[in-house]
């Protein structure tokens, strides 16, 4: 499943960027997506999650309230809405997907992972 991942950019704090990831593949519209970060000298971590049907959602601590994770399964797409950001969200941003149709937290539960994309929020 071919994963490109778009719209990272460089934003002030407070600002919103909105991520899209366009995945090729029938495993798409049956399997869940998720969104990551890393660090300069950090693990990648968690930051999202969205079901087969939009119907479930999961959020790291960190973005609850913040950040939205939403999906057009006849475009293909899953999007990371990020509002009020901070200059600690500054990260590379993957998209990836899994196979199952439940939302999942670790990074290995994902086969698929898209080459990132860099969100850098200034102070």
């Known amino acids: 499943v071919p994963l490109q991942a778009c719209g990272g950019g460089l934003v002030q704090a407070g600002g919103s960027l909105r991520l899209s990831c366009a995945a090729s593949?029938?495993?798409?519209?049956?399997?869940?997506m998720g969104w990551f970060r890393q660090a300069p000298g950090k693990e990648r971590e968690f930051v999202a999650a969205i079901g087969w049907s939009g119907g479930s959602t999961d959020y790291a601590d960190s973005v609850k309230g913040r950040f939205t994770i939403s999906r057009d399964n006849a475009k293909n797409t899953v999007y990371l809405q990020m509002n009020s950001l901070k200059p600690e969200d500054t990260a590379v941003y993957y998209c990836?997907?899994?196979?199952?149709?439940?939302?999942?937290?670790?990074?290995?539960?994902?086969?698929?992972w898209g080459q990132g994309t860099q969100v850098t929020v200034s102070s």
């Open positions: 990836a997907a899994r196979a199952g149709w439940r939302t999942s937290k670790p990074r290995d539960e994902y086969g698929y």
């Open positions: 593949g029938r495993t798409f519209s049956t399997g869940a």
